[in-house]
């Protein structure tokens, strides 16, 4: 069974640059996550989706950042315009479902974002 | 959100068991402990996770104390591929949340 994708794995633009990063979940998957994380520390949660439905946001950075998940598949995790700070690993992961052990959430290898 | 704390470093030998502790003190009861790990450039990886019994796969156990207060992830035989991240995590209720913390860096020597 083929695991989470994500693309680009690197990615280097200068600061004021748009970037975009693409997500595929595993198949079957319902729940789709973006990740952020930082040198040295664990990932940040960014937004959760089910389905198409982004069901939590709350730390998304709404005046830079945006995302997308049409037909509730893949998913689309936007930065315009992208700043020093951005610099960053950003990772996608997946699950069946939500609640219980359905929500076991499954990684993809991350997009490594460098603004210079 | 039940926050956990984990030592920050370990070493162990190759081939012996690595016994990882976690605490998370103020879980509450229907609060699960995941475990992932990270190895470098690498995703996290998901390695097991319980509610109040202990649990084992073909990666690793995990014992959960009675009052739940503390875990401890098990690795029997480690190997040089072990070396990683290991993350314990307490997710909040049904809302998806994964929080991690600083995790532990288990270094495993020849």
């Known amino acids: 069974e083929a695991g989470v994708v994500q693309s680009p794995r690197y990615k280097i633009i200068e600061k004021k640059q748009p970037v975009a990063f693409w997500c595929n979940p595993i198949?079957?998957?319902?729940?789709l996550y973006w990740y952020l994380q930082n040198l040295g520390q664990g990932p940040e949660l960014l937004i959760r989706?089910?389905?198409?439905?982004?069901?939590?946001d709350s730390q998304l950075p709404k005046d830079r950042f945006s995302a997308e998940r049409l037909k509730g598949v893949d998913s689309t995790l936007k930065i315009q315009p992208a700043e020093l700070g951005d610099s960053a690993v950003y990772l996608c992961?997946?699950?069946?479902?939500?609640?219980?052990?359905?929500?076991?959430?499954?990684f993809g290898p991350g997009t490594r974002l460098l603004v210079l | 959100d039940a926050k956990t704390t984990q030592p920050p470093s370990m070493d162990c030998a190759e081939g012996r068991a690595a016994n990882l502790p976690c605490n998370h003190s103020?879980?509450?009861?229907?609060?699960?402990v995941y475990w992932y790990r990270q190895i470098h450039s690498q995703g996290p990886q998901y390695i097991i996770h319980?509610?109040?019994n202990n649990e084992t796969n073909e990666m690793a156990s995990l014992i959960i104390t009675e009052d739940r207060k503390s875990s401890t992830l098990i690795l029997p035989h480690a190997t040089l591929r072990d070396t990683a991240v290991y993350y314990c995590?307490?997710?909040?209720?049904?809302?998806?949340?994964?929080?991690f913390g600083q995790g532990t860096t288990l270094q495993v020597k020849p």
């Open positions: 992961a997946s699950s069946p479902g939500v609640g219980g052990r359905e929500e076991t959430q499954y």
């Open positions: 198949s079957g998957h319902n729940t």
């Open positions: 989706y089910e389905n198409e439905e982004a069901v939590d």
């Open positions: 103020t879980i509450s009861g229907n609060e699960y």
């Open positions: 319980g509610l109040k």
């Open positions: 995590i307490v997710r909040v209720g049904n809302t998806g949340k994964l929080i």
